[in-house]
């Protein structure tokens, strides 16, 4: 049986910034989050982490709400945010409410998926349809399961980086959609292990829990300047509102 154990904010700090860099993509999705908010709009970001995507949407001017389940992911966001421009809540984003009248509720990263149940899923999206302006938008990013769902075994992918290694070990339960993935950093600071766990959902699937959470499809593209999202697709932007 699949297991994880340990924070994902301390287990990560090593390994993060290696994971998820900052680069073009985390422009263009600020650029678009961002034009999606009227001048007096905010944001609300859940699993925020420690702000790869809310400080750019600050620095656009955006008023910004973060909810995170980690103390140190949180902790490291407030390094990074000295001014204290953006607002942070510790939670549990499938049972906190950080309030109303957002213009913009949104989930990046695959972070839906870090929810391993279909049922916390689905609560998820009901927070965010409640909290979510009657004029806004619901965003989640998330990456298309096809490729992984037949695999039969753990499977070792090696990348290069400039400094060192890393190896990302899968193993998939196809019955419970779930994925365990075992990342090893090795570089001249020594090793890195981080574990991550989550329950993938394919686009149609999510769209039905969408529904049954009072939210209603609008868009889905392949990325945040507007893609077309078509079969091989690694992952898709999908856009929702709040059902009238």
């Avoid at 993060?16 to 650029?31: C, S, T």
């Avoid at 995507?53 to 103390?71: F, M, N």
Wanted: some cysteine.
């Amino acid at each position: 049986m699949i297991k994880l154990e340990g924070d994902y904010g301390t287990t990560h700090r090593g390994i993060y910034d290696v994971l998820y860099p900052h680069g073009p993509d985390v422009e263009d999705a600020a650029d678009a989050i961002a034009a999606m908010c009227p001048p007096d709009g905010r944001v609300l970001e859940l699993g925020i982490g420690h702000g790869r995507l809310a400080i750019p949407l600050a620095e656009r001017g955006v008023r910004v709400h973060g909810l995170d389940a980690s103390p140190a992911m949180l902790a490291w966001l407030r390094e990074r945010d000295p001014d204290g421009r953006i607002t942070t809540e510790l939670g549990d984003f499938t049972t906190t409410v950080a309030g109303e009248g957002f213009a913009v509720v949104a989930i990046v990263m695959n972070t839906l998926f870090a929810v391993s149940s279909a049922d916390g899923q689905i609560e998820c999206l009901r927070r965010m349809a409640e909290q979510v302006d009657e004029g806004g938008v619901v965003l989640v990013e998330a990456f298309d399961p096809t490729p992984y769902h037949g695999q039969v075994g753990a499977t070792n992918d090696l990348v290069h980086l400039p400094d060192g290694i890393l190896v990302n070990t899968t193993q998939i339960d196809p019955a419970r959609q779930l994925m365990l993935v075992i990342r090893t950093l090795m570089d001249d600071n020594g090793m890195a292990k981080a574990r991550e766990l989550v329950r993938y959902t394919w686009p149609s699937e999510l769209d039905l829990m969408a529904r049954m959470a009072g939210l209603e499809l609008v868009s889905r593209s392949a990325g945040w300047s507007g893609e077309p999202f078509t079969v091989g697709c690694p992952r898709h932007v999908t856009t929702y509102r709040r059902v009238r």
